[in-house]
């Protein structure tokens, strides 16, 4: 997987590409309509020529040829107006005025060339759409509210969560913090690290999502080292993005292999400092059971763990609409 950076540059270089093309193709156009154009140009060309060597000599003829310049413009202009084109229908065309479509002004990067990188992060992050609607402003607590009798018991354990999420969301970097999100499944698990994953991207963080089982599909297949095959790329990303979220562990099919990768992750992670939350529907005895002792003893040492409440909001949600 390319970095950020990397797409953004290429798109900002096809952005210049295709201004130069529409520019051309402008130019091409204005000449096949006004014969004269072109002509006009090529004495433009010559003066400035003229002018710039004058300068160097410091001859006497420097007003006379500014003034012939200004004179050739003028005629431009006004052919280009009797035309109907606009002024400045043959300039160079720039996407971003403010760096000319370089990405840069006085050695920082643009504003244009930071919108890039941030959509490019946002697109390697493999958020869906939806997901990528999931915000914390949009945490509905009401929707906690309608479990019967255990409806004031799950609604103070969500705000918990919700408080506990954002706090991680706002500083999981500067803290090394983890996340192990436990409960069951419709509980908002998904949607709670949806939620941290947009305010990371906001934050200019680099964001990974993968459901567990297709995260050992992508490990598995990067094995082979195919040509063309984006998976070790990815597999590589895994291990140097900012947040890794691994969503619903313990629904792919547990191997030997499946097994020692989830530790090298988790611990190759926690080694460089980089951030992982790790949600899954069973319960810590099955957790343990089903991965190694190792990996149990990582999520005691080293996550916060979180366990959401209460029964299905999608059966819930159904059932109010
Ligand atoms: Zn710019």
Redo the contacts with the bound molecule.
């Keep these: 997987m390319e970095s950020a950076y990397v797409l953004a540059s290429r798109e900002l270089e096809e952005i210049r590409m295709n201004n130069q093309a529409e520019q051309s193709r402008r130019h091409m156009e204005v000449c096949n309509a006004i014969p004269q154009f072109a002509a006009l140009e090529t004495e433009l060309m010559k003066n400035g020529t003229r002018l710039l060597g004058c300068v160097l000599d410091k001859c006497n003829s420097f007003d006379e040829i500014k003034n012939s310049i200004k004179e050739l413009q003028r005629k431009k202009a006004e052919l280009l107006k009797e035309k109907s084109y606009p002024a400045d229908y043959v300039n160079d065309i720039y996407s971003?005025?403010?760096?000319?479509?370089?990405?840069f002004?006085e050695g920082k990067r643009?504003?244009?060339?930071k919108n890039l990188i941030s959509k490019h992060i946002g697109a390697n992050s493999n958020l869906t759409e939806f997901m990528r609607g999931q915000t914390f402003d949009k945490f509905d607590m009401s929707i906690f509210a309608n479990q019967g009798e255990n409806s004031q018991r799950v609604l103070k354990v969500m705000q918990t969560v919700c408080d506990t999420a954002l706090t991680f969301a706002e500083s999981f970097d500067v803290g090394h913090d983890n996340m192990l999100l436990m409960g069951n499944a419709g509980t908002g698990k998904t949607f709670v690290s949806s939620c941290i994953a947009n305010r990371a991207l906001e934050r200019g963080k680099t964001v990974y999502y993968q459901t567990a089982f297709k995260l050992f599909e992508i490990f598995e297949s990067s094995k082979f080292n195919r040509e063309d095959d984006e998976a070790p790329g990815i597999v590589k990303y895994v291990y140097d993005v900012d947040l890794l979220i691994i969503d619903d562990l313990g629904t792919e099919f547990v191997t030997q292999f499946t097994s020692a990768a989830l530790f090298d992750i988790i611990n190759t992670r926690i080694t460089a400092g980089k951030s992982t939350i790790i949600s899954t529907n069973l319960d810590f005895e099955t957790l343990s059971e089903k991965y190694s002792q190792r990996i149990a003893s990582r999520f005691i040492g080293e996550y916060k763990i979180l366990q959401t409440l209460g029964e299905d909001i999608r059966k819930i949600k159904r059932i109010r609409h």
């Design positions: 971003c005025e403010i760096c000319r479509d370089t990405g002004v643009c504003v244009c060339l």
